[in-house]
């Protein structure tokens, strides 16, 4: 599981937040920015500390741990994080959100999206998110599969 952590600076609309797993920033701007849904999914709006990019993420639950997939399939750099729910939970109470109300639009983790989270995993550089191409650059360097 990633280390999650944020800060937050500022009052109502003008809080500024920054999030880090482990000691990467996944986001650094103002909060009203960063949640979203798309097609009644909870998702963040990822920057990776920089104000000119926005990567789309959907958070999925997998028990008492939450995935953040990306959501494009363009994504050549894209990464995966795991954290806890609880995580989450500090985090919405910090941009004043209620958890409980929100909680409904976090869908369960199906065996594409726990794939999908294997495959970002092991390091390999991708050309596009589609599970086959990436089964495919995944056999070109395994031994065995």
């Known amino acids: 599981m990633d280390s999650f952590t944020f800060k937050i600076i500022g009052e109502g609309t003008d809080k500024i937040v920054t999030l880090k797993v482990e000691s990467q920033i996944i986001y ?18 990822l920057n ?16 008492e741990y939450l995935l953040l997939l990306p959501v494009k399939e363009h994504y050549r750099y894209a990464k995966q994080f795991i954290f806890s ?15 409980e109300d929100d909680q409904a639009y976090i869908t369960d ?30 056999r070109k360097i395994a031994v065995g599969l």
């Open 28 to 45: 650094e701007g103002p909060s009203y920015c960063l949640v979203t849904s798309v097609d009644n999914v909870l998702g963040l709006r």
């Open 48 to 63: 990776f500390g920089f104000t000119w990019i926005e990567y789309l993420y959907s958070i999925k639950s997998l028990e």
């Open 85 to 99: 729910k609880s995580d989450l939970m500090k985090l919405w109470d910090g941009l004043g959100y209620d958890f």
């Open 109 to 138: 983790a199906n065996p594409t999206d726990i794939l999908c989270h294997w495959l970002l995993s092991s390091r390999v550089h991708f050309q596009e998110l589609k599970l086959d191409a990436m089964r495919k650059e995944i």
